[in-house]
């Protein structure tokens, strides 16, 4: 496990630790926004047809959740371009943690993410 997803694990047992929940109940937002404040040049919302502008990595967990936005932390080239290290988020936050660079966007729909 490496990059964003050992990143998620330590800091979910942080907050663990900290008393944030516990029986693996844990509330993941502050954590999640944080690292959509960090990546949200590579965020990618659900096109009506049921894909993104990359592809999931095989891998990811959410292949079959589909969530409607989600941001990523790494791009693998190969006969696809794959997001690997992907992570569920609220669409809503994007112009609300990077305001300049949703700026142009905030009339418009997210979904030209």
Known sequence: MGGLASATAAAAG???AAGGGGGGT???TPLRRALTAG???HAAR???DG???VFLHPSSVLLERKP???VFNELMHTT???AREALAIEA???PELAPAFFAAKAGAAVGAV
């Open 26 to 28: 844990e509330d993941t």
């Open 14 to 16: 942080g907050l663990a």
């Open 51 to 53: 894909s993104y502008r």
């Open 39 to 41: 990546l949200f040049p």
């Open 80 to 82: 696809r371009t794959y």
């Open 92 to 94: 809503r936050w994007l």
């Open 68 to 70: 409607d936005c989600l």
């Open 46 to 48: 659900l096109h009506p």
